[in-house]
C-alpha cells in the first residue's frame, strides 16, 4: 500500500510542479486536445511515448498492446486509429517497435505467455512469413531483433490496410503512417524507412525496407 500511495504523493508534486513553471497548462490542457501523432506502441512499461520523443501531454494520442500489434479485426484498436484521424484530425500515425521485446521474443521461442499467447499469434504469423529469412541470422538475438523489425513492418502493413486509413487516403486527408523501433539500450528511436501517405506506396515501401533491413542503420530519426 504504502508504494500505491507514493503514486498520489508523486501526483500532488507533479501537478503542482507543473502549474507554477506553466501558470495555464491545465487550463488549456482541459479545454482542447490536438495532438499532431497516433503513437501504436508496445505496452512494455520501459517504453513510455511521451517522454521518449519530449512531448508533453495532449500532443500524442497513444494505443498501446503486447507487441505493439495492428489487427484490423481488433475494435480497441480499430476505435483508436478511427477516432485518431477521423476526430482528432491527427496527420502522422506511428507503429513503434521496441528491441527486446518480450512478447516478440515469446513468439520466437515458442515460449507460452498464457492468456497472450492467442495474441502473439499475429506475431507468430510475421515469423512463419520471414522464417527464411531469420534462419541465416548467427544468433538468437539477432534473429529477435530482426523479427521485432519485420513486426513493425507488418504492422504498418496491416495499419494501411484498414479501412479508415483507405477511406481518410480516399479523401485526400493527410495520413502518414511510419514505422519506427525504439533501442533500450541506447534510447533512440530509429526509422525503419517504412513511411506510406497512399495506398500505391504500402507494398513497394514494406518490401523495401525489409530490403534494406540487412544493411547498417541510418543515424536516429534519418531517413533510408
Same mark, same amino acid.
Given at each position: 500500500m504504502e508504494r500505491f500511495a507514493r503514486l498520489f504523493s508523486q501526483n500532488r508534486h507533479w501537478a503542482s510542479t507543473t502549474q507554477k513553471q506553466h501558470p495555464e497548462f491545465f487550463n488549456e490542457l482541459s479545454a482542447q486536445q490536438h495532438p499532431d501523432f497516433l503513437w501504436i506502441g508496445c505496452s512494455d512499461?520501459? /517504453?513510455?511515448a511521451? $517522454?521518449?520523443?519530449?512531448?508533453?501531454?495532449? &500532443?500524442?494520442? /497513444?494505443?498501446?498492446?503486447?507487441?505493439n500489434v495492428v489487427d484490423p479485426a481488433d475494435l480497441n484498436c480499430g476505435a483508436v486509429v478511427q477516432y485518431a484521424i477521423d476526430h482528432l484530425?491527427? &496527420?502522422?500515425?506511428?507503429v513503434v517497435g521496441h528491441y527486446g521485446c518480450g512478447g516478440v521474443q515469446?513468439? !520466437?521461442?515458442e515460449t507460452s505467455l498464457g492468456l497472450a499467447d492467442q495474441w502473439l499469434e499475429r506475431v507468430d504469423r510475421v @515469423? $512463419?512469413?520471414h522464417r527464411e529469412?531469420?534462419? /541465416?541470422?548467427?544468433? $538468437? @538475438?539477432?534473429?529477435?531483433?530482426?523479427?521485432?523489425? !519485420?513486426n513493425v513492418i507488418e504492422q504498418v502493413r496491416n495499419l494501411c490496410s484498414m479501412q479508415v486509413v483507405l477511406d481518410a487516403w480516399a479523401r485526400d486527408q493527410v495520413v502518414m503512417v511510419h514505422?519506427?523501433?525504439y533501442g533500450l539500450e541506447d534510447g533512440l528511436i530509429r526509422d525503419l524507412g517504412v513511411s506510406c501517405k497512399s495506398s500505391e506506396e504500402v507494398e513497394p515501401h514494406?518490401?523495401?525496407a525489409i530490403a534494406h533491413l540487412g544493411e547498417p542503420h541510418p543515424s536516429p530519426g534519418s531517413s533510408k
Open positions: 512499461s520501459r /517504453v513510455p511521451n $517522454q521518449i520523443v519530449e512531448l508533453a501531454p495532449g &500532443e500524442v494520442f /497513444v494505443h498501446r498492446n503486447i507487441a484530425k491527427v &496527420e502522422h500515425v506511428l515469446a513468439a !520466437l521461442c @515469423k $512463419q512469413q529469412c531469420l534462419k /541465416v541470422l548467427r544468433d $538468437q @538475438k539477432s534473429q529477435h531483433d530482426r523479427l521485432c523489425e !519485420l514505422g519506427c523501433i514494406c518490401a523495401a
